[in-house]
Each structure stands twice: as C-alpha cells, then as structure tokens.
C-alpha cells in the first residue's frame, strides 16, 4: 500500500516527494499556465469531461499545446485518482487538478510541463460556512478586466485574486472576497461564482466577466430542473444588500449560503435561504452525497 499521493509530472507517475519542475519553467517564471479543478463525490470524479473540455479550452486561449490528447488526460487523470484513493477515508474526497505551463523555452519552441495531482477537501476548515453562512467581503480590488486578461480562461496566475483576498481577510478574517469589475458589479472571487436570490429568480453576473464555473453552470440546470427563473445579468451592491438569499457556487462548495455582504445580513438572515437549500438539496441528490453534511460532520 503507497504511503503518500503520487502525482503525474511530465510523463511519470511518482511520489509527491519527487514530484519536481525545473527552476526555468516558465510556470513559475512568469506564471503563465492553465489548469482546471473538479472533485469527487464519494470516492467518484464529477463532470470530468465537462472540466476537461473547458481546459482545453483555456489551454487555446493561453497559446499552449499540452502534447496530449483529452483521451490520455483522462487516463491520467484517473489513474492518479485510483492510486490515491486508498489514502483517505470513505468520507473524504479530492480535489482533482490538471495543469499545464510553457514550461521551458528552447530554441527549438517551448517544453510544457504537465501535472495531474489530488489534495484531499478542507472540510474541516471550511465547515463554518455551512452552519453560519458564508461573510462576503467586497475588496477594493477589481477583477483582473477582459480587456487584459479574459476571465473565462482558467489562468494559474492568481495575484488579482489573493491580493483581493489578503485585503478581505484584513476586514474578517473569516470572509470569502467577491470582487467587483471595473464597471462596479460583483463578478466572482477565487474559484468562485457568486449568485443572489431576488423575487423567487436566481440571479449571476453575466458569463464575460467571470470564469463560467462547472458547479455554476450545475446550478443554472438544477434551477431550471426545480422550474426557478434564472437570469445572468449585472449584480451592483445594492442588488446584493437588498437580496433575499445570496450563495456562493465552487468546485469545492457546491453551493454555499451567504450570511452577509460587507456586514449587511442578507435577507432575513437564514440560512440557508428556502431556495438556496432547495439548490442544495439538489445538488446533493444529484451528486448522492449530503453537500452540506459532509462539512458539518467535521465540526
């Protein structure tokens, strides 16, 4: 039985203890790479193709050719899954992570480097947002514009991102940012997708100034499933103070109630909100593990 996670660099499948890039890969030099993240539920990945699909996706945008199909990715993929699997309990799950950088530039072009790894779910760490809802701090920092950098791409460059999540930690240690785009609407925060509950509709911002996330897009066609109204459209901060239920879809959350938005309870304050656990609870069924209950089970 293997005693550590084994990822996939470059061809070989080793320990995470040798798992190693070079000093001049240009992941790291300049943080260009793509990646993408899906999970499993109870032990099994979810939408993979549907993740895979979008990294490819990204990896045009970006200009990288992996050299590997989506077919020998999806081996890959789930021959490290398989392998470290046995490392954790029937009642955790993985992270599941593609990436592909420039790697290093030769001559001759340039060598991408590609991983495949899994790092189990901090369900213990983020537990809380279940049973207390999720505080939504909105940093000053903007997102990251399309006109520079289209969000849509899964970019491993996350500065935008954590610089906007130092500064929302600074104001509560335990908020999750939500930035706003340069027009003044909320967009999204890291690996996240934010939506609001008004007048019985669901309610995102709109797909060019986010990252259209797989549990976002999940969330669209459980609404419609469930007969709610679902809308994309631009989301200021008085839409968000004024909302009845707010959430907060990820790969990692699902769907995750939000308590406040720089400290103004949403709604009523429940949580989660009627419709929100309707989502929830469909989400669960659909995936056939308790969302929720996997988190709070670890306080």
Avoid at 5 to 26: M, Q, T
Avoid at 41 to 48: A, N, V
Avoid at 67 to 85: A, C, F, P, Q, Y
Avoid at 161 to 180: D, G, M, T, Y
Wanted: glycine share 6%.
């Amino acid at each position: 039985m293997i005693t550590q996670r084994v990822a996939y660099v470059n061809g070989e499948i080793l320990p995470e203890s040798d798992a190693k890039i070079s000093i001049h890969d240009r992941g790291f030099l300049q943080g260009y790479s793509v990646f993408d993240t899906t999970r499993t539920f109870g032990h099994r990945i979810f939408k993979l193709d549907e993740h895979l699909d979008r990294f490819f996706k990204s990896l045009k945008y970006a200009r990288i050719d992996p050299l590997i199909d989506k077919s020998e990715l999806t081996r890959i993929t789930m021959e490290v899954v398989n392998i470290n699997l046995p490392l954790i309990s029937d009642d955790d799950d993985y992270w599941v992570t593609q990436r592909v950088s420039r790697g290093i530039s030769t001559p001759e072009g340039d060598n991408p480097t590609v991983i495949v790894e899994s790092v189990p779910l901090p369900f213990s760490a983020r537990a809380k947002y279940y049973s207390e809802g999720m505080p939504v701090v909105v940093p000053s920092i903007r997102r990251t514009p399309p006109e520079s950098l289209s969000p849509r791409a899964k970019i491993q460059n996350y500065a935008n991102l954590v610089q906007a999540e130092f500064e929302a930690k600074e104001r509560n240690p335990e908020s999750w940012p939500i930035l706003l785009d340069m027009n003044g609407n909320l967009c999204e925060g890291p690996g996240s997708n934010f939506f609001i509950v008004r007048d019985g509709a669901v309610v995102t911002p709109r797909e060019q100034y986010v990252l259209a996330g797989i549990s976002r897009s999940t969330t669209l066609e459980l609404a419609s499933e469930l007969g709610l109204e679902t809308t994309e459209a631009d989301i200021d901060l008085y839409d968000a103070y004024t909302a009845d239920e707010a959430f907060v879809t990820s790969t990692s959350f699902c769907i995750c109630p939000v308590i406040s938005v720089n400290g103004s309870v949403i709604g009523e304050g429940s949580i989660p909100g009627p419709i929100t656990r309707r989502l929830l609870n469909a989400y669960s069924g659909l995936v056939g593990i308790d969302i929720a209950g996997q988190y709070l089970s670890r306080l």
